[in-house]
């Protein structure tokens, strides 16, 4: 067994600031990944332009604003994983599902495209449910 490779980045928010760039100079917008995508029909988005839509995945990774439809479809991907075979880029490294799935970080967190969601119940739904599996030596160094 070889030894694991060393991380390349040390936090997400790293990750997201090399790995998007990267991945974003590999692609050519050709809108290949957005035709085969078949969560796009269930938007509506069928008639849409593929080359600007794809496009707008390139600006979202940069910090810019990027058209309603490529935030839509960043926004409701399904990780179907048919872009990534359909990118003609693929053999130069491009994972296209991972830079729609960075674009859509960006939409989130950078350009607020998309709204944030904050559940002021999650915490607390965190800490039940360690309750309900961990023992009490557990609880008392986590809790």
């Known amino acids: 067994m070889g030894k694991p490779q060393a991380a390349r980045f040390d936090t997400t928010e790293a ?3 090399g790995a998007g760039p990267e991945l974003s100079a590999l692609c050519t917008a050709c809108g290949a990944c957005f035709n085969a ?11 849409s332009d593929p080359i600007s839509t794809t496009d707008g995945l ?11 439809e490529t935030v839509a479809w960043v926004n409701a991907c399904a990780k179907s994983g048919v872009c ?12 296209a ?14 350009t607020r495209q998309l709204p944030s969601k904050p559940d002021p119940t999650y915490f607390p739904r965190i800490k039940t449910f360690a309750r309900l599996q961990l023992t009490d030596e557990e609880l008392d160094s986590w809790l």
Do not use: H, W, Y
């Open 97 to 110: 599902m991972l830079l729609v799935r960075i674009a859509r970080q960006s939409a989130l967190n950078v």
């Open 84 to 95: 990534v075979t359909a990118c003609p880029e693929r053999s130069s490294g491009l994972d």
């Open 37 to 47: 995508c078949p969560i796009v029909d269930q938007l509506g988005l069928r008639g």
């Open 58 to 68: 390139r600006r979202l990774v940069k910090g810019e604003n990027a058209n309603a």
């Open 15 to 17: 990750f997201l600031a």
